[in-house]
């Protein structure tokens, strides 16, 4: 009976640290669900945005700005190559000061786009097909976890209440994002971020 009692405390305890890893994890999706969706309600509940702001800012250099010019589809002349001859740090803290909240952001990362005044679904290549593509679960919370799961580079908990993600960019394997998560009183927000790779091109107001 011991045993037994051992056994199942250990499956429960077991449980509990799944639980507790997938946690941050589901909030990652949501935000990302929320980045294709335009949800800034979500958004704004889930991302401490002056700190993510900073990170962006100082993690930014100045090739990585002068390579955003290259991105393929960018209308020229393109308001990449302005932050390149005004050198870096200045213009790119304007852009993502403007960027960089729950409105913009999704447009900022390329998953939306502005169009007369409103922010749209941007026009991406088909998704890959999913682990889970054919069967029950197809299109599902489920079959989106599996997908977003397997794109996640490494996971590291720095301490009980922070987590560092990195996520591979679905459409473009030479991307990535790093995220930092942090527990505030009952929920993970997103604290931090960076970019690796080439971030989309904003377009302006009015362009298809």
Do not use: C
């Amino acid at each position: 009976m011991r045993t037994l009692g051992l056994l199942r405390l250990s499956v429960f305890l077991l449980l509990i640290a799944a639980a507790y890893v997938a946690w941050p994890l589901y909030t990652v999706l949501t935000i990302r669900e929320a980045m294709r969706s335009g949800d800034s309600a979500t958004l704004a509940a889930k991302v401490e945005w002056d700190s993510v702001r900073a990170s962006l800012k100082a993690s930014m250099s100045a090739e990585a700005l002068a390579a955003l010019e290259t991105e393929p589809g960018a209308p020229k002349p393109t308001l990449w190559q302005r932050v390149k001859s005004t050198v870096a740090p200045t213009m790119a803290g304007s852009i993502i000061d403007r960027y960089v909240t729950p409105e913009y952001f999704p447009v900022y990362l390329g998953y939306r786009r502005i169009w007369r005044n409103t922010t749209q679904p941007a026009i991406l290549a088909p998704d890959p097909p999913t682990a889970l593509a054919g069967t029950f679960l197809d299109g599902t919370l489920v079959d989106r976890f599996v997908a977003f799961y397997a794109r996640i580079r490494r996971a590291v908990f720095h301490s009980l209440t922070r987590i560092e993600i990195e996520v591979a960019d679905r459409h473009r394997p030479d991307r990535s994002y790093t995220g930092m998560l942090e527990l505030k009183g009952i929920e993970w927000k997103l604290t931090a971020v960076t970019v690796s790779g080439v971030i989309a091109q904003p377009k302006p107001t009015g362009q298809p």
